[in-house]
């Protein structure tokens, strides 16, 4: 008899230190998820910062492109408003297609291209996308590792005791940026 007790009190203790392990588990696994997201931020506020130098450079020789200086200015307030990451994702979606037009009316101007202080920023921006896509792998791979441990038996159960919900991925809107680029080898 003693030893039916002791063995029941064995596994009890076994599942109580299983519960508390796992739910320490998932909220590792959630903090990392918030850790990345502010890594996400982080870089998109430096981008955020770039803009207006960026705007000003090019304003400067193409005063008459005031279109596309609105269009980056409208852009770049409604990313930093966003408050969900399918908010953010959506606003940066905006903003990426509006400093593209940006840089379509720089081409335009040979003389500004040259200037040293347009260079040096295209090239900060440049490194800031590239941050920021390190960042967003980061982001979403601790997504799909805490949005598994909520989603797999056992972890579901302790998620649902303790209001753990699914994250949303940060992903491309623009399903064009999906598609391969075409190649052409035309010989002239």
Do not use: C
């Not at 299983?18 to 997201?37: F, H, M, P, Q, T």
């Not at 408003?81 to 040979?110: F, H, M, N, W």
């Not at 997504?143 to 441990?149: A, E, F, K, R």
């Not at 038996?153 to 999906?178: L, V």
Request: glycine share 4%.
């Amino acid at each position: 008899m003693v030893i039916v007790i002791i063995v029941v009190v064995v596994l009890i203790l076994l599942a109580a230190f299983y519960y508390i392990a796992k739910r320490n588990g998932i909220i590792s696994a959630r903090n990392r998820v918030d850790e990345s997201w502010s890594g996400i931020d982080v870089q998109l506020k430096r981008r955020h910062d770039l803009v207006p130098n960026l705007v000003e450079t090019v304003k400067g020789y193409a005063a008459h492109e005031s279109q596309v200086f609105e269009k980056v200015t409208q852009a770049r307030a409604e990313s930093m408003s966003a408050q969900s990451v399918q908010d953010t994702a959506t606003a940066e979606t905006k903003l990426t297609g509006a400093l593209t037009d940006l840089r379509a009316v720089a081409e335009q101007y040979p003389n500004l291209k040259a200037t040293e202080n347009f260079q040096q920023l295209s090239r900060q921006l440049s490194e800031l996308e590239d941050e920021i896509q390190a960042a967003r792998r980061i982001y979403n791979s601790n997504v799909q590792s805490y949005n598994t441990d909520i989603q797999q038996f056992p972890g579901s159960i302790i998620a649902n005791q303790g209001g753990f919900t699914a994250r949303q991925y940060f992903e491309i809107e623009d399903k064009t940026d999906r598609e391969p680029v075409a190649v052409s080898f035309d010989p002239k």
